[in-house]
């Protein structure tokens, strides 16, 4: 074998050995990771927006006939908390608003129950794209990272389907989506917005 033959071999295995080496460093991912906190407003408008498209989505044929009865509203989520209950205060006023249909007192009171499943209520974030993560570094945090060209998504999500009607005879609604979106353009030196909450 001649010269330029080994040349040419150890030129494409430096250059194999570096590319395996760069490989690692160069992170193209799609992540999504629940946020459990809303102290923030962003995530606090996010999801009241969520909640607010939701529940204007209610068909007008499953209510309407409804109009002036009172309703005995019985909802679920598996973490009861104060955000359910906002969406549950926010279901009223639309069904109150736009049917004149009244809450109950009680549910014996009630002409009709509506029992709501909410399946999500909350945020999420992720984002799709690629980065150089810098945990590796010693003293770094794990999650750090330089982006070199990433879609950053943050979410509010709500979610629900109903059983509908007198008890004992509720039929089954739709399942309900809605999601609004923040989201940027990530870049090494910047962050662009795409959409926004506003």
């Known amino acids: 074998m001649n010269k330029t033959g080994l040349n040419m071999n150890s030129r494409q295995l430096i250059m194999a050995l570096l590319l395996a080496a760069t490989l690692p460093l160069l992170s193209g991912c799609g992540s999504r990771q629940v946020q459990d906190s809303l102290a923030g407003s962003s995530a606090q408008r996010l999801v009241t927006k969520a909640i607010d498209?939701?529940?204007?989505?209610?068909?007008e044929d499953d209510f309407a006939p409804l109009r002036g009865q009172r309703l005995w509203?019985?909802?679920?989520?598996?973490?009861?908390?104060?955000?359910?209950?906002?969406?549950d205060r926010r279901l009223l006023v639309e069904l109150a608003r736009r049917w004149a249909i009244e809450p109950a007192e009680e549910p014996g009171q009630a002409d009709v129950v509506m029992t709501v499943f909410y399946t999500s209520l909350g945020t999420d974030q992720g984002h799709l794209g690629f980065s150089i993560p810098l945990g590796v570094v010693p003293g770094v945090d794990?999650?750090?990272?330089?982006?070199?060209?990433?879609?950053?998504?943050?979410?509010?999500?709500?979610?629900l389907y109903y059983y509908l009607g007198p008890r004992g005879t509720e039929a089954r609604g739709p399942l309900l989506q809605a999601r609004q979106r923040n989201d940027a353009l990530g870049l090494p030196i910047i962050t662009i917005p795409i959409s926004t909450v506003d």
Do not use: C, M
Request: no cysteine; hydrophobic share 40%; glycine share 2%.
């Open 53 to 59: 498209e939701l529940v204007t989505q209610l068909p």
């Open 73 to 87: 509203l019985d909802s679920h989520f598996f973490a009861a908390n104060d955000l359910q209950r906002y969406a």
């Open 142 to 159: 794990d999650s750090t990272r330089i982006n070199l060209i990433t879609l950053e998504q943050f979410h509010g999500i709500a979610e």
